[in-house]
């Protein structure tokens, strides 16, 4: 029989994307994002340097195993849903990283949706092409 791995959780939310994100502890650094290593899911720098940041931010890049499952949203939505659920859970491991992470916003929610299409109107703001003739 297996023993069970204890690990720290963390859930991040960002436009549609939800990420669900395990800290295990004793890990080499590895970061997997729905069972594909990170660089293969996100094929955009910037979006790797959205989920390594938390981990490098508080120098814990190589302490542990990450998992993560995003599911829902866009690539960067995921990335940085991806990010606020890994510093959820760093915040479990040591309530001390609070004031690091919070001060570079990776605790909290981006609140920006997308507006609903309004009636008569193309877009949520843009009306048809107005025309003289």
């Given at each position: 029989?297996?023993?069970?791995?204890?690990?720290?959780?963390?859930?991040?939310?960002?436009?549609?994307?939800?990420?669900?994100?395990?800290?295990?502890?004793?890990?080499?650094?590895?970061?997997?994002?729905?069972?594909?290593?990170?660089?293969?899911?996100?094929?955009?720098?910037?979006?790797?340097?959205?989920?390594?940041?938390?981990?490098?931010?508080?120098?814990?890049?190589?302490?542990?195993?990450?998992?993560?499952?995003?599911?829902?949203?866009?690539?960067?939505?995921?990335?940085?849903?991806?990010?606020?659920?890994i510093?959820?859970?760093?915040?479990?491991?040591?309530?001390?990283?609070?004031?690091?992470?919070?001060?570079?916003?990776?605790?909290?929610?981006?609140?920006?949706?997308?507006?609903?299409?309004?009636?008569g109107?193309?877009?949520?703001?843009?009306g048809p092409?107005?025309?003289?003739?």
């Amino acid at each position: 029989m297996t023993e069970i791995q204890q690990y720290f959780e963390g859930v991040g939310r960002r436009k549609e994307a939800t990420a669900r994100a395990r800290l295990y502890p004793q890990g080499s650094g590895r970061v997997l994002i729905n069972d594909k290593p990170v660089d293969e899911y996100f094929g955009r720098e910037v979006d790797l340097l959205a989920v390594y940041a938390p981990l490098k931010l508080t120098g814990a890049d190589s302490r542990f195993n990450v998992s993560v499952k995003v599911n829902g949203g866009g690539i960067t939505g995921q990335a940085t849903a991806a990010r606020m659920a890994i510093a959820r859970a760093l915040l479990e491991v040591d309530p001390e990283y609070r004031l690091m992470l919070k001060t570079a916003g990776y605790l909290s929610r981006d609140a920006r949706e997308k507006e609903r299409k309004k009636p008569g109107l193309k877009r949520a703001r843009k009306g048809p092409t107005y025309t003289k003739r």
